[in-house]
């Protein structure tokens, strides 16, 4: 079994930075593509920003050159640095990662963090 862990949400005012962390544990052989989605109150979960094994990026076009998605392999960790935060960033906040384990390949989610943005 593999877990993801997030940490790093939290309140902030418009403009602010906050830098999210998501560590998978457990039974993990290895760990593919990595990533962010976000979910408002009454809205969809949607992809914020994601990451291939060897490092490329791919990015929602309302958080381009504002967040930067990065991975540490060797601690099985995914980061989200977010920058020139906005209200419209307000959202629970989960990791997804692709994980192979004694049980193969799967998809795994964490429970969440929340970012709220003030204006």
Do not use: H
Not at 27 to 44: D, E, F, H, V
Not at 47 to 76: C, E, Q
Request: glycine residues 12%; neutral net charge.
């Amino acid at each position: 079994q593999v877990q993801l862990v997030e940490s790093g949400g939290g309140l902030v005012r418009a403009g602010g930075s906050l830098r999210l962390s998501c560590a998978a544990s457990g039974s993990i052989t290895g760990l593919n593509t990595m990533g962010w989605y976000r979910q408002a109150p009454g809205k969809q979960r949607d992809l914020v920003a994601g990451i291939m094994r060897n490092g490329r990026p791919v990015y929602a076009d309302s958080v381009k050159g504002r967040f930067t998605i990065s991975r540490d392999n060797a601690r099985n960790t995914v980061y989200l640095q977010m920058n020139s935060l906005e209200p419209e960033d307000t959202a629970v906040y989960y990791c997804n990662a692709d994980a192979y384990s004694d049980y193969g390949l799967e998809n795994y989610w964490g429970q969440g963090t929340q970012v709220t943005v003030s204006s």
